[in-house]
Structures are given as structure tokens and as C-alpha cells.
């Protein structure tokens, strides 16, 4: 059969229409054989080759062999019956994959935002349980600094002077500090923390504006707020505290073409990171 021709299954009673080049992707397992006709348990039924197992599982499979990535819902939970799927019909590399359940199964990640006032200052920590999440955040964040003259920290007007990118404190890879309002300096001189948080291209110099523009920004990645909480009353700070179950990175198979051969003749593991 030519590797471009169109290859009906129905599988526990559901039509497939793939091509056979993406059946013999790895030419060892039972689906290449089935278009061999080396199979003789795949019957060619009115042009479809008839399978009596799962259709549902077997989407999975042809996603597999579409883009050789294991990529599952959220919600998914039937681990063993794949990778019993994938054994039955050869895929070795797959059944390897889903052997390995850790690297699949999405984690409760926990976020928590500490906030607090002072005078015409805020400060704010974070803390994450994953590091990836709060790199990806800090890269997010910047601070611009600069003097003022006379101004509050209210005031919805940047300095007319250029405003100073600066670094935030990174205590560790778990959690970042930084603050944003205003610092008397010298005389009538202010010294003014501006903070933008992408995409949001505002230079905002309000604790209570940015607090509000972060939780956002968190909601809108996905994070749930679980529970908001006073931790020192005296120092009036604030803890807000979120989670999310975050996908596990995507499990690729790296495939090795033989010269001659018509598929793959072995594979092996590898992580590839996937975009939220």
C-alpha cells in the first residue's frame, strides 16, 4: 500500500480516515503490519479495516501517531486502559510514556500575593510553588523609578523626566519583592516607583491600582482565588492566595529514520515545554 493513500478504520464502531503513512510510523507495530496484511486480525471490511476495540482511547492513539506528542484533557484519568490501547497495537514508545503517570497528570500549583501599605508606599511579595510559574510572572513585571517634583503618589501623571527600569529582588527562585508609590528624597523631591505588568502597557504608581491590575492578571492565566486573609493586622498586610492545576510539560517521542526504511525502527523520551 502507498504511504499516501487514505486508510479507513472503524474502531468499536467509529469511522477513522487517516493516511498510511501515518500508520507506519513506526513499522513494528500491529497497524503497519494490518496495512501488510500481516495481521490477520484487523479485518478489510467494504474498503475499512474493522477493529473491535475502544474508539475513544483510539483517538488518542491517532493523535499520538499524528504528531508523536502525548497530550491529554486535564480530566483525564484512564492511564492503564491507554496504555493497555497502546500495547495492544504495538506502540511501544507510547506505552512507555504512560507508564510513567507523574509526568502527565497535571499538578495543583499554589500562588500566594502579599500585599501591604505604608504611608505612600506598597509592597508586594510573591511566593509560588512552582518556579517556571513565578519566572514567567517576574518576566512580566517591571519597575520604573524616577524623581518628581511635588507630587503625590497619587498623581495619575509620570515624571516628565525618563523613568529607570530596576531589577526586582528575587529572594529566591520561589518568590519576588518589589514596591511601587512614592519616597521623599531631598527637599520637595520625590522619588516615584512606577509598575507595568504586561500586557497592560500602563506605568501605574497606585499600591491599590496595581494590586488590581495583578489579580487580574493572575485570573486571566488561569489561577483561582481560594482565600484572602489578613496576616498582620498591625502592618496591614494582606495575603491573597490562588491555585490552578498547571498542565504537565508535553512528552514527545524523537523518532529515528533508517535510510531505506519506510517508518521509524525505535524512539526515545524527551520533554518538550508547551505554551499555556
Given amino acids: 500500500m502507498s504511504s499516501r493513500e487514505v486508510v479507513v478504520l472503524s474502531v468499536g464502531g467509529v469511522r477513522f480516515v487517516t493516511r498510511a503513512s501515518t500508520l507506519l510510523q513506526f513499522p513494528e507495530s500491529r497497524l ?33 501517531l499524528r504528531t508523536l506528542q502525548v497530550s491529554l484533557p486535564t480530566d483525564f484519568s484512564d492511564y492503564q486502559r491507554l496504555q493497555r490501547e497502546a500495547e495492544f497495537y504495538g506502540l511501544y514508545p507510547l506505552a512507555d510514556l504512560l507508564s510513567q503517570e507523574h ?33 514567567t510572572l517576574a518576566e512580566q513585571i517591571t519597575v520604573f523609578t524616577g524623581q518628581q517634583l511635588g507630587q503625590s503618589w497619587n498623581s495619575p501623571f509620570p515624571s516628565q523626566k525618563p523613568l529607570v527600569p530596576l531589577p526586582l529582588e528575587r529572594p529566591s527562585h520561589h518568590d519576588m519583592v518589589f514596591q511601587c508609590g512614592t519616597d521623599y528624597s531631598a527637599g520637595d523631591q520625590f522619588v516615584a516607583r ?7 502597557n ?75
Fill in 202 to 276: 500602563r506605568k501605574l504608581i497606585n499600591g491599590t491600582n496595581v494590586l488590581g491590575l495583578l489579580l487580574d492578571t493572575l485570573l486571566k492565566d488561569g489561577f483561582r482565588l481560594i482565600s484572602t486573609r489578613t496576616v498582620s493586622s498591625e502592618e496591614k498586610v494582606e495575603c491573597y492566595t490562588f491555585e490552578r492545576m498547571k498542565r504537565p510539560a508535553g512528552l514527545t517521542v524523537t523518532v529515528n529514520q533508517i535510510p531505506g526504511s519506510s517508518g521509524v525502527a525505535r524512539a526515545k523520551r524527551s520533554q518538550v515545554q508547551k505554551g499555556k
Fill in 103 to 135: 509526568l502527565l497528570k497535571p499538578r495543583l500549583e499554589i500562588l500566594e500575593v502579599r500585599f501591604s501599605l505604608q504611608e505612600m508606599q506598597a509592597f508586594f511579595r510573591i511566593f509560588g510553588s512552582c518556579s517556571t510559574t513565578v519566572e
Fill in 194 to 200: 512606577f509598575v507595568s505588568i504586561k500586557p497592560d
Fill in 32 to 64: 503497519a503490519r494490518m496495512l501488510n496484511d500481516d495481521d490477520q486480525e484487523f479485518k478489510l471490511v467494504n474498503g475499512e479495516f474493522f477493529v473491535d476495540r475502544d474508539a475513544t482511547l483510539f483517538s488518542y492513539i491517532m493523535d499520538f
